[in-house]
């Protein structure tokens, strides 16, 4: 029997370079997946370089902490943040 899988998608966070949104996936009561749900960064090239730099750190960190106190990755601060609010908001959902 597979475990029941939940899912969350936080709350849309505008970061100053745009909108994001953070889903969660949690296999009993751990983090099973992190992604982005939605993003727009309005196509400015800078803001989807450093989008597609920091995003996969901030997943992999995500995975790794099991919460949203997760590190800010340098050059990436309002990403980070807006990811991790967007994070825990999707957690607190799910009870987490």
């Known amino acids: 029997v597979t475990p029941s899988v939940r899912q969350a998608t936080g709350v849309s966070v505008n ?3 745009g909108i994001l949104s953070v889903k ?3 296999t009993k009561a751990t983090i099973s997946q992190v992604s982005i ?3 727009n960064d309005g196509g400015n090239p800078r803001s989807v ?3 597609q730099y920091a995003i996969p750190i901030l997943e ?4 790794q902490a099991q919460s949203a106190n997760i590190q800010s990755v340098s050059g990436a601060s309002y990403t ?6 967007s994070l ?6 799910l009870g987490l």
């Not at 825990?88 to 959902?93: D, E, F, T, V």
């Open 49 to 51: 370089s450093i989008d």
């Open 15 to 17: 970061y100053l370079f």
């Open 88 to 93: 825990q908001s999707a957690l607190s959902q």
């Open 60 to 63: 992999k960190e995500a995975l």
């Open 24 to 26: 969660v996936s949690v």
């Open 80 to 85: 980070s943040a807006g990811f991790a609010q």
């Open 37 to 39: 749900a939605a993003i």
